[in-house]
């Protein structure tokens, strides 16, 4: 983990983004080695950078983690990127994969089993993009960082840096 230089990246002006990438190639474990991955980013994030990251934006983080690697793994062949990065008060969650496809969510149906993935991050996430990339796609998902729909009740640690 570490700084990456503004500009192409997509940080505002005077920002820098704070951010890890791992390569995914398709192993059953994938899913549950990127949840962990998010989670050790977000908690190195308050460690190292003082930041605030609620309890609740870890666990939503992993989820769209999980949603959004299950679809790569599903839909795409080939291998497919994590990419966490910390911009602001967010943390962007964004997986390319060599499928050109763009997802689509469904319209939501409690009868239905499965395929609700999207629908899901649609709803916890306070932005969304797919695009298509010179090969495949990338999709991202930007949670904010104190995520937390019951205020401040001692689920935040660190401090915005002064």
């Known amino acids: 983990m570490g700084s990456v230089p503004v500009g192409e990246d997509g940080t505002a002006s ?3 983004a704070i951010r890890t990438t791992v390569a995914l ?3 059953v474990t994938d899913i ?3 949840r962990r991955l998010a989670a050790g980013f977000l ?5 190292e950078y003082g930041l605030p990251v609620s309890r609740r934006a870890i666990e939503v ?3 769209v983690v999980s949603e959004l690697v299950t679809n790569a793994r599903r839909h795409a062949p080939g291998p497919a990127l994590l990419d966490l990065r910390v911009v602001g008060d967010v943390v962007e969650v964004m997986v390319w994969d060599s499928d050109p496809v763009l997802p689509v969510a469904r319209a939501a149906d409690a009868g239905r089993v499965g395929q609700h993935g999207l629908e899901i991050v649609k709803a916890v ?7 298509r990339e010179p ?3 990338r999709v991202t998902a930007r949670i904010a960082l104190l995520d937390d729909p019951d205020g401040p009740d001692g689920t ?4 915005r840096p002064r």
């Open 14 to 16: 005077g920002e820098q």
């Open 25 to 27: 190639d398709g192993d």
């Open 32 to 34: 549950a080695r990127s």
């Open 43 to 47: 908690t190195r994030v308050q460690a």
């Open 61 to 63: 983080t992993q989820l």
């Open 125 to 131: 996430a306070r932005g969304f993009e797919a695009r």
């Open 135 to 137: 090969v495949g796609k």
């Open 156 to 159: 935040t640690t660190g401090h």
